[in-house]
């Protein structure tokens, strides 16, 4: 049973940090990209983050550039998103993903998590 569990998630205030961590069970993710992706209220499900599965390349959607980091510990199975310089607009529930592909976009995955939320007051 292939199971993806984030933690880490809360409230915040502007200018803050938080770490999110995504714990896999019941498979290797060694060979997946890993990736974050994120929710708000009324809106679709968009890419945050992602990291092949050696660890070697990552990818960051422009709005978070700089702000996030993504690293993974494959001994862990664990991923995780630093967020650093939080604001507003990053309110959302997080979602961790695994799969084939290193792609911003859902295609690329076909493990999910139940997602953590993060809240972020100005």
């Known amino acids: 049973h292939v199971q993806l569990v984030e933690s880490g998630g809360g409230l915040v205030q502007a200018g803050g940090s938080l770490r999110l961590s995504c714990a896999a069970s019941?498979?290797?993710?060694?060979?997946?990209?890993m990736g974050w992706f994120r929710q708000a209220p009324g809106k679709e499900r968009d890419f945050v983050a992602a990291?092949?599965?050696?660890?070697?390349?990552?990818l960051y959607a422009d709005s978070v550039k700089g702000r996030f980091t993504i690293s993974s510990d494959n001994a862990k199975n664990t991923v995780y998103l630093q967020m650093n310089s939080l604001m507003p607009e990053d309110t959302a529930v997080y979602y961790c993903?695994?799969?084939?592909?290193?792609?911003?976009?859902?295609?690329?995955?076909?493990?999910w998590g139940q997602g953590t939320q993060v809240t972020v007051s100005s």
């Open positions: 019941g498979r290797t993710f060694s060979r997946d990209a």
């Open positions: 990291i092949s599965g050696s660890g070697g390349g990552t």
């Open positions: 993903a695994a799969g084939p592909l290193m792609v911003p976009g859902r295609r690329g995955y076909n493990y």
